[in-house]
């Protein structure tokens, strides 16, 4: 059974860094396709960023357009963890942080973690 667990999360002014972890265990997951979401208080889920392999050493990051420039994802496969460093925070970046994986042929995230939660302060 594939487990996903975020940690990372807390309390930091605007204009400030987080970064976020997502540990995989019951299965390597190297090639599979990883992503972060985010729902903040009365909205709905919504993509940040995610990560694929796209054969050999290399894979490629799309990203949510209100994150791009600010958000890296990253894994590190020795580790079956997947990063996403948040830089120049914003308040509205406030939300609780979930991370994905993608283990079925259909390319549906089916594997979610439990989240951490995100707080930006004006």
């Known amino acids: 059974q594939v487990q996903l667990v975020e940690s990372g999360g807390g309390l930091v002014q605007a204009g400030g860094s987080l970064r976020l972890s997502c540990a995989a265990s019951?299965?390597?997951?190297?090639?599979?396709?990883m992503g972060w979401f985010r729902q903040a208080p009365g909205a709905e889920r919504e993509f940040v960023a995610a990560?694929?392999?796209?054969?050999?050493?290399?894979?490629?990051?799309d990203y949510a357009d209100s994150v791009k420039g600010r958000f890296t994802i990253s894994r590190d496969n020795a580790k079956n963890t997947v990063y996403l460093q948040m830089n120049s925070l914003k308040p509205e970046d406030t939300a609780v942080y979930y991370c994905?994986?993608?283990?079925?042929?259909?390319?549906?995230?089916?594997?979610w973690g439990q989240g951490t939660q995100v707080t930006v302060s004006s």
């Open positions: 019951g299965r390597t997951l190297s090639r599979d396709a």
């Open positions: 994905a994986a993608v283990l079925n042929r259909g390319g549906t995230y089916d594997y």
């Open positions: 990560i694929r392999w796209t054969g050999g050493f290399r894979y490629s990051a």
